[in-house]
Structure formats: structure tokens, C-alpha cells
């Protein structure tokens, strides 16, 4: 009766813990419960009441779960993917994990191949890195009205001279070259500016933008005249399901344990279950 008793309460303690979700890569989720195994549920903002399984930090997607992934070098298969966190292409025709493309091994680690600076030399196997692009064999700025190593052009209230590359007004922040000075174009006035990532910055922002945008409520990430920004602090996101963007408050850092949740609990589970048999046999 007792042995009988035992595997009833052990099983029946185990039932809700032992079933992970049945979410896939890609697919709905509110938690991290809704998903498969070796899977997390993310989020756009901490705000956000649905987001996306992705797979966890050492594990990638075979089209069926969550698999534990392999480094370079190393034998691959379907049910042993290659790391993308560590720049591996998808397993080819080789079998073996090999550095993606943009990359090369040293040492068994692959490295970009964009290791140039803005003014350096470069070539299809010594690539410039980011904002810069290979031009006449030097690294330079995709935009040839700019010529610093900010990409930018002249920033406001600087002198200027229009149609000079290098001395031009930067475009993007809606300025123009007047009377040699980088002024605001017409109904647009220099003052804060709140990009899409939460991060405040000075431009030039039209008189008729909404300003300060409180959390919950609807945003537009422009600096135009339809452009509605939200408060510091706060960026302008769209949720899973959500219509709109709206404006959130920037989530604080979090670390999240990546590892199998069902096998933790499945081992707690057993040493619950042995030490229960002991008491009552």
C-alpha cells in the first residue's frame, strides 16, 4: 500500500513539471513555459505581454527543436547544428562545422575579415569594417559627401561650404548649409531627439513633432512633422500582436539560465522520488 502510495504522489508531482511547451522556434509565446525544450520566450519589451521562442545561448534550430550546437572544425548533422554565435555557416556538404562567409579561422576561431579603419587599405580578403565600405582600394564612407572617419557631415551652428565634400551639412539631421553656417532646414528647430532605440540625441526636429510621449502611448519614430517621440528613457516599440508601436520604458539588463528545463526537473524529481520510496518503504 505504501510502495502504491509512493509512485502515485511521484507522479503526480511530476506531471507539471516534466511537459515543456509545444511552441517552436519562431512560433507565439507569454513565457518560457510555452516553449520547447532548450528554448526561451523573447520579448520585444519587458512591457510586452507575447513575444517569440528563440533558442537558447548554445543551441540552434534544426526546423524540429532546439539542439545543442557544435564549434568549428567539428562533425555536424541535422540533430547537431553549427554555432551561429561563433560566425559557423550551416552544415554543408564537408560535414564539418567551417567559418561563414566574411570570416576566416585562426586557431579554430573564426574571425572577421573586416579588420580595416576608415583611410586603410583594403581588398576583397582584408574588408573594412562597419560604417565603412572598400573604395579605390581605401576604406571610406559609403556616402562621398562625407569625408571624417564619423561619416558625418557638418554638424550645427559649423562653417560649411555647400557642394565641398567634407564641408557639407549632415543630411540626416536636416540641416542645410546657410551663409557658410549648418543651420536647420525651414520648421525644423535643433533640440532633443529620441531614436527608435530609446537613445537621446540633438538634431533638428520639426515645430510640429510631438515631443515627450508618455509610456502606453502611441509613437513615430521620425523627425518629421508627423514624427511623435517618446520621453527619455523610454523607446518606441511594437509589441507581438500590437497595431501600433508605442512607447515603453527601456528594459534593465537580465541573465536568464539557458539550460534545459525539463532536465533540471526531471533530476530533482528523481532524488524527490528516491528519497520519498526510502521514508515510506
Known amino acids: 500500500m505504501r510502495l502504491q502510495l509512493a509512485i502515485t504522489l511521484f507522479f503526480a508531482a511530476a506531471v507539471?513539471?516534466?511537459?515543456?511547451?509545444?511552441?517552436?522556434?519562431?512560433e507565439d509565446c507569454s513565457s518560457k513555459s510555452d516553449c520547447i525544450d532548450n528554448a526561451n520566450c523573447i520579448k520585444a519589451n519587458d512591457?510586452?505581454?507575447?513575444?517569440?521562442?528563440?533558442?537558447?545561448?548554445?543551441?540552434?534550430?534544426n526546423a524540429k527543436d532546439c539542439a545543442k550546437v557544435v564549434?568549428?572544425?567539428?562533425a555536424c548533422a541535422a540533430d547537431k547544428p553549427c554555432d551561429p554565435m561563433k560566425y559557423l555557416?550551416?552544415?554543408?556538404?564537408s560535414k564539418k562545422c567551417e567559418c561563414g562567409d566574411g570570416y576566416k579561422a585562426?586557431?579554430?576561431?573564426?574571425?572577421?575579415?573586416?579588420?580595416?579603419?576608415?583611410?586603410?587599405?583594403?581588398d576583397a580578403s582584408n574588408l573594412c569594417i562597419s560604417p565603412y565600405v572598400c573604395t579605390a582600394s581605401k576604406c571610406a564612407c559609403s556616402n562621398s559627401k562625407y569625408t571624417n572617419d564619423k561619416c558625418k557631415g557638418v554638424m550645427h551652428k559649423a562653417a560649411c561650404e555647400a557642394g565641398v565634400a567634407g564641408k557639407e551639412c549632415h543630411l540626416a539631421y536636416k540641416l542645410k548649409c546657410t551663409s557658410k553656417v549648418c543651420e536647420c532646414e525651414t520648421n525644423y528647430v535643433w533640440g532633443p531627439y529620441v531614436d527608435a532605440a530609446g537613445v537621446s540625441t540633438d538634431m533638428c526636429v520639426h515645430k510640429d513633432a510631438t515631443k515627450n510621449v508618455k509610456a502606453g502611448e502611441t509613437c513615430v519614430v521620425s523627425?518629421?512633422?508627423?514624427?511623435?517621440?517618446?520621453v527619455a528613457d523610454h523607446s518606441c516599440q511594437t509589441c507581438k500582436g500590437d497595431s501600433d508601436a508605442k512607447c515603453r520604458k527601456n528594459p534593465e539588463t537580465t541573465t536568464e539560465s539557458h539550460g534545459s528545463a525539463s532536465s533540471i526537473a526531471i533530476?530533482?524529481?528523481?532524488?524527490?522520488?528516491?528519497?520519498?520510496?526510502?521514508?515510506?518503504?
Open 223 to 230: 523627425n518629421d512633422d508627423k514624427g511623435k517621440l517618446c
Open 16 to 26: 507539471p513539471f516534466v511537459f515543456c511547451g509545444s511552441a517552436k522556434v519562431g
Open 47 to 61: 512591457a510586452c505581454s507575447k513575444g517569440t521562442c528563440q533558442c537558447a545561448t548554445g543551441y540552434a534550430t
Open 267 to 281: 533530476n530533482g524529481l528523481l532524488v524527490f522520488g528516491v528519497a520519498l520510496l526510502k521514508k515510506l518503504l
Open 71 to 74: 564549434g568549428f572544425d567539428e
Open 89 to 93: 555557416k550551416t552544415c554543408g556538404a
Open 106 to 122: 585562426d586557431n579554430k576561431v573564426c574571425k572577421s575579415l573586416k579588420t580595416k579603419k576608415f583611410g586603410e587599405a583594403c
